[in-house]
C-alpha cells in the first residue's frame, strides 16, 4: 500500500504531483465552458451555445460515467506539468534579476556589507559575541 505524503514533505524533481478527482475535474471544465459561454451576455451579445453545450456534456459526464473523464484529466495534468517546468524557471529567473540582484547593486554601491563578508586580516576572529545574550541553553531542551 502505498504511504501518504506527509504535508511537511516536499516533491522531488522527478515526482508527478497527483491530479484531481475524475468528477471535481469535469466539475471544473463543466464551470470553465458554462463560464465562457456566458460571458458574451455581460456585453450585450449572445450566448454561447457550443461552449455551454460542452458544459452541459462535462457535467453529465461527470456525475454520470466521471471515469470516461479519465484521458482528459491526466493529459491536463501532464500539461501543467509542461507548463510548470517551462514557467517556473522563468519566473523565477525574473523575480532574481529584477529584484535581488539589483538590491545587491544598489547595497554594494552604498559600500554596505550587512553579512560581514569582507576579510579583516588583523581580526583574531570573526565570531560577533551577543549583546544582549541569546536565550539559556537550557531553554533549547525539550522544545516540544
Not at 471515469?67 to 524557471?89: C, S, T
Request: charged content about 20%; hydrophobic content about 50%; aromatic content about 10%.
Amino acid at each position: 500500500m502505498e504511504e501518504k505524503r506527509r504535508a511537511d514533505k516536499g516533491f522531488s524533481s522527478d515526482e508527478k504531483a497527483e491530479g484531481p478527482s475524475d468528477r471535481s475535474f469535469g466539475l471544473v471544465f463543466t464551470a470553465v465552458f458554462a463560464l465562457i459561454g456566458l460571458w458574451p451576455l455581460l456585453n450585450g451579445g449572445t450566448a454561447r451555445i457550443w461552449a455551454l453545450a460542452v458544459s452541459v456534456i462535462f457535467l453529465v459526464v461527470s456525475f454520470a460515467r466521471p471515469a470516461i473523464l479519465a484521458p482528459l484529466n491526466r493529459l491536463w495534468m501532464r500539461f501543467g506539468e509542461l507548463l510548470h517546468k517551462i514557467v517556473n524557471p522563468i519566473v523565477m529567473g525574473l523575480m532574481f534579476f529584477c529584484a535581488v540582484t539589483p538590491t545587491g547593486l544598489i547595497m554594494r554601491a552604498m559600500g554596505k556589507d550587512l553579512l560581514h563578508l569582507k576579510k579583516d586580516p588583523a581580526a583574531k576572529s570573526y565570531w560577533i559575541e551577543r549583546q544582549p545574550p541569546g536565550p539559556a541553553p537550557e531553554s533549547m531542551k525539550h522544545q516540544f
